[in-house]
Structure formats: C-alpha cells, structure tokens
C-alpha cells in the first residue's frame, strides 16, 4: 500500500516537473533546462527502478508521460531550430556590416571589402 503511494506522488511529480519543463520551452529562461532536466531525470531513474508496484504505477501513466515528453521534445527541437536561425541572421547582420557598397564613376555597383576595427584589423 506505501509502495503505491510512493509511487504515485513521484509519478505525480514526473508530471508537474514535464509542465514545468514545458513552460520554460514556452516562456523561458531556457537557462532553467538544466535543472528541471536532472530533475526529470532523477525521477524516471528512480520509477523505472522501482520495484514491481512502482513499474505497475508508472505503467498505469505511460501514455500521459509518453504524450507530454512528445510534446516538450517537440518545443525542443523548435527551440533549437529557432536559435539555430537567429544565429544564422546574426552571422548575415554581421557579415553585411562587414561590407561596403558604394558606385563607381560610371554609376556601376561595386562592393568594397570593409573590416570594422576589432574584426581582425589595425587601425
């Protein structure tokens, strides 16, 4: 009987721990990840090797916990796709800035390399 208590107050805790995690996915700080991940972590380890009622318990809520960590790995990967995406403008912003256009006598276009000071040139 304290072995199905047990059991579901950290089965419990596995869910609210996965809502936290998803709403730091949705709100952040993304910098909180870590600890609500070794939080997650430390509590399936202790479910998984549970005795045989705690694996009955989490058994019982397998397919909530399967959906929700669905979920949130989903967040993750569109968060890492979105930083992944800033970093590239970033990069292009940086790169643009690194040009200078400008046209000749005749009216053409041309593009003359600049460095700004601090990018690997002495002023």
């Known amino acids: 009987m304290i072995d199905t208590v047990i059991a579901r107050g950290k089965v419990r805790q596995l869910m609210v721990v996965m809502e936290a995690e998803r709403e730091v996915l949705l709100r952040g700080p993304l ?3 870590e600890k609500i991940s ?3 972590d430390a509590l399936l380890e202790a479910l998984v090797g549970g005795g045989p009622v705690t694996r009955q318990v989490l058994a019982l809520r397998l397919a909530d916990i399967r959906e ?8 993750i990967k569109a968060a890492m ?7 590239k403008e970033v990069a292009n912003m ?10 000749a006598k005749n009216g053409e276009r041309m593009v003359v390399a600049h460095t700004p000071p601090g ?3 002495k002023v």
């Open 38 to 40: 070794a939080k997650r």
């Open 94 to 103: 940086e790169e643009e800035l690194n040009k200078l256009a400008t046209y």
């Open 31 to 33: 910098e909180d990840l």
């Open 119 to 121: 990018k690997g040139h």
């Open 81 to 87: 796709e979105g930083m992944k995406a800033a970093m």
């Open 68 to 75: 929700m960590a669905t979920r949130n790995g989903g967040l």
